[in-house]
């Protein structure tokens, strides 16, 4: 692949133009790269294609607080949204309470929300004041600070 460094266009975005089964036609590819570069009419015909072919997959890219969680402006959102003027107090995002957290797994929701046991309420829990149980977040939760460091 070394030659191909000096090729206007990625090798990578020609690969996408190759049919299955032909990827391994290295030559091929490398001479339709070098037609493109010959062609402006082509090139832009490219990008064009190019711009169709990648706006599908950008709807996947989505930013997730926790896995398979997305976060969304109307009910999982790092800033005040309607009705929801107050974040969810267990994972600190807008636009849901607490009692249908999509950070923490459902499993959860009966749990005393202090400690995350069983078979007893927040009036009743018996830990420690100064104790801090992490509530039973999904994998890869981020907190509305920890995402906005990681995003941005
Ligand atoms: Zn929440
Ligand atoms: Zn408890």
Redesign the pocket.
């Known amino acids: 692949m070394a030659n191909d460094n000096n090729l206007l266009i990625p090798a990578d975005y020609v690969y996408i133009f190759s049919p299955p089964g032909q990827l391994g036609q290295l030559d091929a590819i490398v001479q339709q790269a070098k037609a493109l570069q010959a062609s402006a009419e082509a090139q832009n015909k490219l990008i064009m294609t190019l711009q169709t072919q990648i706006s599908l997959p950008k709807a996947q890219n989505v930013t997730y607080t926790a896995e398979n969680v997305a976060l969304d402006k109307h009910t999982n959102w790092f800033l005040p949204t309607q009705p929801q003027q107050r974040p969810c107090f267990v994972c600190h995002y807008y636009g849901h309470r607490f009692e249908n957290c999509p950070n923490i797994h459902s499993n959860a929701y009966n749990r005393?929300i202090?400690?995350?046991?069983h078979e007893?309420t927040?009036q009743n829990?018996?830990?420690p004041k100064e104790q801090i149980v992490r509530p039973p977040f999904k994998n890869n939760f981020l907190y509305p600070n920890e995402l906005l460091n990681h995003v941005f």
């Open positions: 005393c202090r400690c995350w046991k007893h927040l829990c018996q830990l």
